[in-house]
T-cell receptor, first 113, second 115 residues
Framework: DQQVKQNSPSLSVQEGRISILNCDYTNSMFDYFLWYKKYPAEGPTFLISISSIKDKNEDGRFTVFLNKSAKHLSLHIVPSQPGDSAVYFCAASGETSYDKVIFGPGTSLSVIP | DTEVTQTPKHLVMGMTNKKSLKCEQHMGHRAMYWYKQKAKKPPELMFVYSYEKLSINESVPSRFSPECPNSSLLNLHLHALQPEDSALYLC??????????????FGPGTRLTVL
């Protein structure tokens, strides 16, 4: 049973436009959410995170929105750049140090020049 | 130094071989992780070491044996693997043991092929 879902396996966006990557989760005990970006032949790189006490966190071109009642979060990238082309993993964890991070299946983003 | 390094980058082994994967970090992180990632799938957690003690073992077969010699090093010993164990093996580290505000830093991975 997938606790973290990313229902779009892939997404194509024109350079300069907004990329919106979506993530849904089923476990209401999740308290902390992270986005990782992964290029081929490299390990995932942390991008941005959000705690469940917030509904928005912004870092430069990247903004994550959290809707706890809908158990939904989204990552907005604006403006999108070709270098943003990668696989994006949504991940979630609980509030204790013993809670592992659960990754979603990933969305492959292609930004077209 | 904000890197997690892994060696080797690529490994090809037979089903009767014994080999080890190595991971190192010098960020003073006290938690280290092994993940397995198959093509087009998310990373799957295998083991977590917290303060050099094994804190999570995700029911991984005994042909995978982790070892944490000190707080900077993490090994994964491999023996009698099966072809289906071929995957990218990722090491990660974090300041504490996961959960709140605990961003994991990943290494580049070891691409393992079992023949």
């Amino acid at each position: 049973d997938q606790q973290v879902k990313q229902n779009s396996p892939s997404l194509s966006v024109q350079e300069g436009r907004i990329s919106i990557l979506n993530c849904d989760y089923t476990n209401s005990m999740f308290d902390y959410f992270l986005w990782y970006k992964k290029y081929p032949a490299e390990g995932p790189t942390f991008l941005i995170s959000i705690s469940s006490i917030k509904d928005k966190n912004e870092d430069g071109r990247f903004t994550v929105f959290l809707n706890k009642s809908a158990k939904h979060l989204s990552l907005h990238i604006v403006p999108s750049q070709p270098g943003d082309s990668a696989v994006y993993f949504c991940a979630a964890s609980g509030e204790t140090s013993y809670d592992k991070v659960i990754f979603g299946p990933g969305t492959s983003l292609s930004v077209i020049p | 130094d904000t890197e997690v390094t892994q060696t080797p980058k690529h490994l090809v082994m037979g089903m009767t071989n014994k080999k080890s994967l190595k991971c190192e970090q010098h960020m003073g992180h006290r938690a280290m992780y092994w993940y397995k990632q198959k093509a087009k799938k998310p990373p799957e957690l295998m083991f977590v070491y917290s303060y050099e003690k094994l804190s999570i073992n995700e029911s991984v077969p005994s042909r995978f044996s982790p070892e944490c010699p000190n707080s900077s090093l993490l090994n994964l010993h491999l023996h009698a693997l099966q072809p289906e164990d071929s995957a990218l093996y990722l090491c990660a580290s974090s300041q504490e043991g996961g959960g709140m505000s605990d961003e994991q830093f990943f290494g580049p991975g070891t691409r393992l092929t079992v023949l």
